[in-house]
C-alpha cells in the first residue's frame, strides 16, 4: 500500500506537533507514564537510559501492552533502525536486522545472530525459536551499534534485552483473557506469593512468582482443499516461574525457569514471479513450458511414441502451465485462499534454567550468572503454492524442471547415444529403464518444487562471573564470561523432485568460547560534566563440525555417501572509546567508537565447504539525549557510520537442483545513517511521538561472479543492501478521553511507515545457479519489497474499582488500514520461482484485566 500525500502531510504535522509541543503545555502538568525515566542496565548497572553514551530504545512494560508487543518480532517497526523478517516455513524464528547489519536465513543452525538476544542476561545463542513469547516482562532494552564489549560476540549490529519481572514478596495476582477475531483467544495469569521467612534469619526471605499465558486464533488462510487446515494460525504456550530468595542483606539467589511452546500453521507462501531459462531473460519460463507442450504433443501423436507421453506428460505440462499463469495473473498481494501439496507446519519448544547469585558490597558488587537453554524445532510443508498433487492417473502439475527434463529425454537432447531411444523412429523415446525409473519416482515422490522436514537441536550453557561498581572518580565493570554449546540437524528437505532423490542432512555443530572484558568510566572530578569510557574484551572459541549425508538414489543413479569433520579456532579482540560531556541532567552530548565481532564458523547444509571467516565492524556514532521544557519534551539524536568487513553473506544456492542456505565471506560495506526520536507532553491528557531512521550505502567491495565462459558479473554494482529501508518512521498519541468516578478512558495510537526494501538481494541474487560451474552467470533481479503502512490503537478503561481489585476493559486494533505489506521474499533460483510471503491482515480484540 502506498502512503498517499495527504497521510504524508497527517504524518509531518503530528511529528512537528511532537517536536514544538511542549512550548504551549500549562505549568501545572501531571507525566504521563510514558514519559518516565526509564532505567536500564545496559551497561551492566542501573542508569537512566537519557545517561548513557549509547543509542538506546527503552520500552516499560506498559509501553509494551499498547504497542501489543510480546517478542522480537513485534518488535520489528517499534524502533528506529530495526527490522528484519520471521524465517519462511519457520514460525517463531526471527531475523533482525539493526542500521543495515543482519545476519542471514534465521532457521540455518550454521548461522550466528548479528544482533544478540538476551533473556535477563542470558545469551541467546541461535535465532530458531528467538522470537516465542516471553511471559512476563518488565522491560526491554534495544541498544543499536557494535556491543563486542561488554556483550561479546555476535552483537555486531546491537543487541536486545528482555528483562523479566521479579517476584513481589506479596501476594497479588493479575488475569487477562481476550477474544478477537479469526477466532482469535488469550488468557494470562500472573501469580506472586507472600514471602515466606525473614531476611538474615535461617535460609532467608523466599519470594515466588509464576505466570502462564496462551495465545490462539485461526488460520488467516483457507486452503483451496477444504479438507486441508489452512495456514498461518496460531497455538502458543508460555511458562515462567521465578523465585528470589534474599539470604542476607548483602546475598540474594534468583531462579527463573522459562517454557514457551508453539505449535503452528506457517504462512502462505505464494508465486509471484519466474526467472527466465537464460542469463539474458529471453527465454521465458512459461513460453519454454508451452513450446514444449506443442512438442509433446507431436511426439505423442507417434503410434510408436512412449504412451505416457500423451496419457500423462501433456495433461501434466498443461496443468502446470494453468497453475503457473494462473499464480502470475493473481499478481502480488495477500489473498484468501491458497494452496500447497504438504501443509506447512512448525511445532517448537524451548526452555531455561537461569541461576543469578549476588553479592552486594560497599563499593560494588558480585554476580554469578549461569543458564542452561534448550531449542527443539520441527519444520515441515511446502515453502511454494503450486499445486502438484497427483490425480489417481497420476496427472499433476509437476515442476518446471521436472518437464525440462522429459523434453530433453524425449525430445532426444539427452543419452540419444547411450541406447535409450526405440528404433526406427529418431527422437521418440519407447519406455526404457531410464525413463522408467524417472516415471516411478514420479508416483512415489511426486513431482513437487519444495517440501521441507527438518528437524533441529539446540543446546547451550553458559556462565559468567561480574564485577561492578565505583571507586573515587571511576565506575567499572569486569567479568568472565564462558559459553558452549551443540547444534543437531536433520534434513529431509526434497527440492524439486524427484529428480534431486530423497536424500537427508545430518550434522552437528559444536562451539566452547570464553571471554574476559572490563569497561571504567573516569571523570575528572565529581562535578566535572566530562566522561570518558573504555572497554576492552579478549575472546576466543573453538568450533567444529562432525556431518554426515548417507547415500541415496535418485532417477539418474546413486548418490554417494558425504561423511566427515572439521575444525577451526578463531579469536578477536573489540573495543569501545566514548566520550560525554553532560552539563546538567537534561543535556547529554556523547561520541562513541566501537567494534564488533561475528564467529566464523561452518555451514552444514553444504558438506565438505571451507570454513567461513569471523565478520568485523567498526563504527563511530555521535549523539544527544535532552530533557527539555521541564521534562515534558524529550529528544534524542544519533548520527553514526560503520565499516563493515569480511561479511558472511547469505547463500542460496540451487546449483544441484536442491536448495540449501549458508554463509560465505564477501565483501565490504561503508554506511552511515540517523535516528530521531522526540516525545513530547501537550498536556496532562496527551503525549505525542515521533520517530525516524535513515540509512544509506550499499556496498564497497563485492567479490565478481565468473563462468568457466570466461564472462563475469560486477558484484559491487549488482549487490544491494537487503531487509533494511533507507526511510522508517513513526509517530505514536498517548492520550487521557476522560476521567470518570470509576477509573479512566485512555487511548493509544500508533502508524509506522517503511520504504520499500530490496529483498534477499545479496550474493544469492548473483549465485542463484552461477555458481562458478556455469558458462554465463546471471542476475537474478531482486523481488522490491512494497511500502508499508501500520496504523495500530487500542481505547481502554482502566482502573474500574470492582471488589478488592480494578478491572480494565481495553478494544484494540493492528494493521487497521489491512494493508497487504510483504514480509519477505525468496528467488529459489534455479528451481525458477520467487515468493513472497505477507504481514499479518487486520485484526482486532477486546481484551479484559482483573488485577488483585
Known amino acids: 500500500m502506498s502512503l498517499n500525500k495527504q497521510t504524508k502531510r497527517s504524518v509531518l504535522a503530528l511529528s512537528v506537533a511532537a517536536a514544538v509541543g511542549g512550548f504551549s503545555v500549562p505549568s501545572a502538568f501531571s507525566q504521563s507514564v510514558l514519559m518516565e525515566e526509564v532505567i536500564v542496565t545496559a551497561q551492566k548497572r542501573e542508569e537512566s537510559n537519557q545517561n548513557i553514551p549509547i543509542s538506546i530504545t527503552a520500552m516499560s512494560a506498559e509501553m509494551m501492552e499498547k504497542r501489543g508487543i510480546q517478542n522480537t518480532q513485534d518488535l520489528l517497526l517499534q524502533t528506529p533502525g530495526m527490522g528484519g523478517f520471521e524465517s519462511p516455513g519457520s514460525k517463531g524464528t526471527t531475523a533482525i536486522n539493526m542500521r543495515g547489519v543482519g545476519a542471514g536465513q534465521p532457521a540455518n543452525l550454521s548461522v550466528d545472530p548479528a544482533i544478540g538476544i538476551y533473556v535477563d542476561g542470558v545469551f541467546i545463542g541461535k535465532q530458531v525459536g528467538s522470537a516465542l513469547d516471553v511471559a512476563e516482562v518488565e522491560r526491554i532494552e534495544v541498544l543499536r551499534g557494535p556491543q563486542g564489549t561488554l556483550y561479546g560476540r555476535n552483537t555486531v549490529g546491537g543487541a536486545v534485552n528482555f528483562i523479566s519481572k521479579k517476584p513481589t514478596g506479596e501476594f497479588d495476582m493479575k488475569i487477562q483473557a481476550g477474544v478477537g477475531n479469526y477466532g482469535a483467544k488469550k488468557f494470562r495469569v500472573v501469580t506472586n506469593l507472600p514471602a515466606v521467612g525473614e531476611v538474615g534469619s535461617g535460609l532467608g526471605q523466599l519470594s515466588t512468582n509464576f505466570v502462564y499465558q496462551t495465545r490462539e486464533r485461526d488460520p488467516f488462510y483457507d486452503d483451496v482443499d477444504p479438507s486441508k487446515p489452512g495456514y498461518n494460525d496460531q497455538d502458543r504456550q508460555a511458562y515462567r ?26 504462512n502462505l507462501e505464494r508465486i509471484v514471479g519466474v526467472n527466465p531459462l537464460d542469463p539474458a531473460g529471453n527465454v521465458p519460463l512459461i513460453g519454454t513450458l508451452q513450446g514444449l507442450l506443442q512438442g509433446a504433443q507431436f511426439w505423442g501423436s507417434n503410434p510408436a511414441a512412449d504412451p505416457l507421453i500423451a496419457s500423462r506428460w501433456v495433461p501434466s505440462l498443461q496443468k502446470t502451465i494453468a497453475e503457473y499463469q494462473a499464480r502470475l495473473a493473481e499478481g502480488s498481494g495477500r489473498k484468501s485462499k491458497g494452496a500447497s501439496d504438504s501443509t506447512p507446519v512448525t511445532v517448537t519448544e524451548a526452555d531455561g534454567h537461569n541461576l543469578s547469585l549476588t553479592w552486594d558490597f560497599d563499593d560494588f558488587q558480585v554476580k554469578s550468572i549461569t543458564a542452561q537453554r534448550e531449542i527443539e524445532s520441527y519444520v515441515g510443508g511446502d515453502l511454494e503454492d503450486l499445486d502438484s498433487r497427483l490425480d489417481a492417473n497420476g496427472i499433476g502439475a509437476y515442476g518446471d524442471l521436472v518437464h525440462l527434463t522429459l523434453g530433453q529425454i524425449y525430445g532426444g537432447t539427452v543419452a540419444a547415444t547411450a541406447g535409450l531411444f526405440g528404433p526406427g523412429t529418431p527422437g521418440v523415446a519407447f519406455a526404457s529403464p531410464f525413463t522408467a525409473a524417472l516415471w516411478n519416482a514420479i508416483d512415489t515422490q511426486g513431482a513437487n518444487q519444495s517440501y521441507q522436514d527438518t528437524y533441529s537441536d539446540y543446546e547451550q550453557f553458559s556462565q559468567e562471573l561480574q564485577v561492578v561498581g565505583s571507586k573515587d ?76 549425508y548417507p547415500a541415496y538414489n535418485t532417477p539418474f543413479g546413486p548418490a554417494p555417501a558425504l561423511v566427515g569433520d572439521d575444525a577451526e579456532s578463531f579469536d578477536d579482540i573489540s573495543y569501545t572509546l566514548a566520550l560525554s560531556y553532560q552539563p546538567s541532567d537534561d543535556l547529554n552530548v556523547y561520541g562513541r567508537y566501537a567494534t564488533g565481532y561475528r564467529s566464523g564458523g561452518f555451514n552444514g547444509e553444504q558438506a565438505g565447504s571451507d570454513a567461513f571467516q569471523e565478520e568485523k565492524v567498526n563504527s563511530w556514532e555521535l549523539g544527544a539525549k535532552s530533557s527539555l521544557m521541564d521534562g515534558r519534551l524529550r529528544a534524542n539524536f544519533a548520527l553514526w557510520g560503520y565499516v563493515w568487513e569480511d561479511i558472511q553473506v547469505a547463500v542460496s544456492d540451487t546449483s544441484s537442483g536442491s536448495i540449501t542456505s549458508g554463509l560465505v565471506n564477501a565483501g565490504e560495506a561503508d554506511r552511515w545513517g540517523s535516528e530521531i526520536e522526540l516525545m513530547g507532553a501537550l498536556s496532562d491528557n496527551l503525549v505525542l511521538g515521533f520517530n525516524y531512521s535513515y540509512i544509506n550505502g550499499d556496498f564497497e567491495e563485492f567479490p565478481d561472479v565468473c563462468g568457466f565462459s570466461g564472462i563475469c558479473i560486477d558484484g559491487t554494482s549488482a549487490a544491494t543492501r537487503g531487509t533494511s529501508p533507507s526511510n522508517q518512521y513513526s509517530v505514536f498519541a498517548d492520550f487521557t478521553v476522560a476521567r470518570l468516578s470509576n477509573g479512566e478512558i485512555t487511548g493509544f495510537v500508533n502508524a509506522s511507515y517503511s520504504d520499500e526494501i530490496a529483498e534477499n538481494a545479496l550474493w544469492s541474487q548473483i549465485l542463484n545457479d552461477a555458481d562458478g560451474r556455469a558458462a554465463f552467470p546471471r542476475v537474478n533481479p531482486p523481488q522490491i519489497l512494497d511500502q508499508k503502512t501500520l496504523v495500530n490503537a487500542q481505547l481502554a478503561w482502566q482502573d474500574i474499582q470492582v471488589g478488592d481489585g480494578t478491572l480494565t476493559v481495553t478494544l484494540w486494533g493492528r494493521n487497521l488500514l489491512d494493508d497487504d505489506y510483504p514480509n519477505y521474499s525468496i528467488n529459489f533460483g534455479g528451481l525458477n520461482f520467487i515468493t513472497e510471503s505477507y504481514g499479518d491482515p487486520k485484526t482486532y480484540g477486546l481484551d479484559f484485566t482483573y488485577e488483585f
Not at 244 to 264: A, G, H, M, P, T
Not at 529 to 535: D, H, K, Q, V
Open 241 to 266: 516461574f521465578a523465585a528470589n530468595l534474599d539470604v542476607s542483606e548483602r546475598f540474594s539467589i534468583d531462579y527463573i525457569y522459562d517454557k514457551s511452546e508453539l505449535d503452528e500453521l506457517n
Open 473 to 548: 572518580l571511576v565506575e567499572y565493570a569486569f567479568g568472565i564470561y564462558y559459553f558452549e554449546d551443540e547444534s543437531n540437524y536433520d534434513r529431509y528437505a526434497i527440492f524439486a523432485a524427484p529428480l534431486t532423490g530423497n536424500g537427508s542432512q545430518k550434522y552437528r555443530l559444536e562451539t566452547e568460547a570464553v571471554a574476559v572484558y572490563g569497561q571504567m568510566t573516569f571523570r575528572p572530578s565529581e562535578d566535572s560534566p566530562f566522561a570518558a569510557t573504555f572497554g576492552i574484551r579478549y575472546t576466543e572459541e573453538d568450533k567444529s563440525i562432525a556431518y554426515n
